[in-house]
């Protein structure tokens, strides 16, 4: 079982992850300083965004996560739309996670492509083999990836800030106000996760009282630092900041100086082995509980070792495709923020009425927005979603799970949850 503490580590990997090495750059390269209005905004949407499913996970918890809640609210097509839509993303976004830190890992080796695919085996064996043997092993090796790569970033910060410059603050916008949209479309990618661990919420002690401090921990802990370290890389690194591919070793070289990069490597490597082992856990145990509900085939996602065999292979076929780097992560981008739309508006009807309602309403209008800002790419969410919904139309009734089957009461049945004793 999961504890308060190693939930909130395991929430702080899954959304702070790549987006912390690689997200300040990107964002700056299409909006400028102006990229930090973007931040703010993802930032105060994450927290009701967060809660949001942090209230669902705690009154419904279930491997399912984010399909169980729709499914209660909408029924099996919907349920099934977004689990697709989440484990067709988590394959797709691994290879460009990590190539985030395999530029790091070149950057001090002087190796190509070569060698970004080879941190991403090297991390994705890693992940795969922590997760193999349950997330006990998985949540404590976050809960100390967590906290060191918390005072690193903080170190990192400090040691710049006596760098930062106002006059890096103009031209604000010099690419007009509709570059912070495309900030904040990209900055997408660096908030998603709040939905990974809400498959988890069965795996702790007590849901009801621990998924909502843990959530509430992690909120606190990213939107602090990255707002930390997207400010203090526009003040400090000023322009150069969008044309940089390591913006934070770039903040370590002015504030310590000297031979850095191999640090920042390192920590890019482990920021990427926490968002990935996040994403792998979760989307392990939302396999079982398609498969259990009838909306992927049973055989293959039986239990949660091999659902986890078929998310792995699912990356390694990903990181194969001829698609760019950006593009993947606008496809992968699309799938979440679809996602976010349907497990918002679930919220909405299963909730009660207060604060947590108010707030789910809030991030179902910011989400549906940001599914607009997505542009193009989007459509590959509903592309696969229409095919969820195809596949689950075709079973017969039997066998697909009602809305109520799994929630008895406010705890729902979370078989094979115990990856150690689920053998394949």
Not at 34 to 45: D, F, K, N, P
Not at 84 to 98: E, K, N, Q, R, Y
Not at 139 to 160: K, P
Not at 222 to 236: C, N, R
């Amino acid at each position: 079982m999961l504890t308060r503490a190693q939930g909130t580590a395991l929430s702080v990997g899954a959304v702070l992850g790549t987006g912390v090495i690689s997200m300040p750059a990107l964002a700056a390269q299409v909006a400028g300083p102006a990229s930090l209005v973007a931040w703010l905004a993802l930032i105060l949407l994450s927290a009701p965004l967060a809660w949001t499913f942090a209230a669902l996970g705690a009154r419904h918890p279930d491997g399912g996560g984010v399909s169980t809640y729709v499914r209660l609210a909408f029924g099996p097509q919907a349920a099934a739309a977004v689990g697709w839509c989440f484990s067709f993303a988590v394959p797709l976004g691994a290879p460009p996670a990590v190539a985030f830190a395999g530029g790091y890992v070149a950057d001090v080796t002087g190796g190509g492509r070569a060698t970004v695919v080879a941190t991403f085996l090297g991390v994705l064996a890693l992940v795969a083999t922590m997760n193999w043997f349950g997330l006990q092993i998985s949540g404590r090796v976050q809960l100390y990836l967590a906290a060191a790569l918390a005072a690193l970033l903080f170190v990192t910060v400090v040691a710049a800030l006596p760098h930062a410059r106002w006059a890096n603050l103009t031209p604000f916008a010099p690419h007009g106000w509709s570059g912070v949209g495309a900030a904040a479309a990209i900055l997408v990618w660096g908030f998603a996760g709040w939905e990974a661990v809400s498959s988890l919420s069965g795996e702790y002690r007590d849901p009801r009282r621990d998924v909502p401090r843990a959530t509430a921990a992690a909120v606190l802990v990213v939107g602090v630092l990255y707002l930390a370290v997207a400010a203090a890389s526009v003040l400090v690194l000023g322009p150069a900041v969008g044309n940089s591919p390591a913006p934070l070793a770039d903040l370590l070289a002015v504030g310590f100086g000297g031979p850095v990069r191999v640090v920042t490597a390192v920590v890019a490597v482990l920021l990427t082995i926490g968002a990935v082992n996040a994403y792998l856990a979760g989307a392990s145990r939302l396999g079982v509980a398609l498969a259990r509900d009838g909306a992927l085939p049973a055989r293959p996602f039986r239990t949660p070792r091999r659902s986890l065999a078929v998310v792995t292979a699912g990356s390694l076929v990903s990181v194969a495709l001829p698609i760019s780097l950006h593009t993947a992560m606008l496809l992968v981008t699309g799938c979440f923020t679809l996602v976010y739309v349907l497990g918002t508006a679930a919220a909405l009807k299963l909730l009660p009425p207060g604060w947590s309602r108010r707030g789910a309403a809030l991030a179902f209008v910011a989400t549906l927005a940001l599914l607009v800002l997505n542009g193009p790419p989007a459509l590959l969410s509903l592309v696969v979603a229409a095919g969820a919904v195809a596949y689950v139309s075709r079973r017969t009734p039997a066998k697909i799970a009602s809305p109520s089957s799994s929630s008895a009461g406010s705890i729902a049945p979370k078989p094979n949850t115990n990856p150690v004793e689920s053998l394949p």
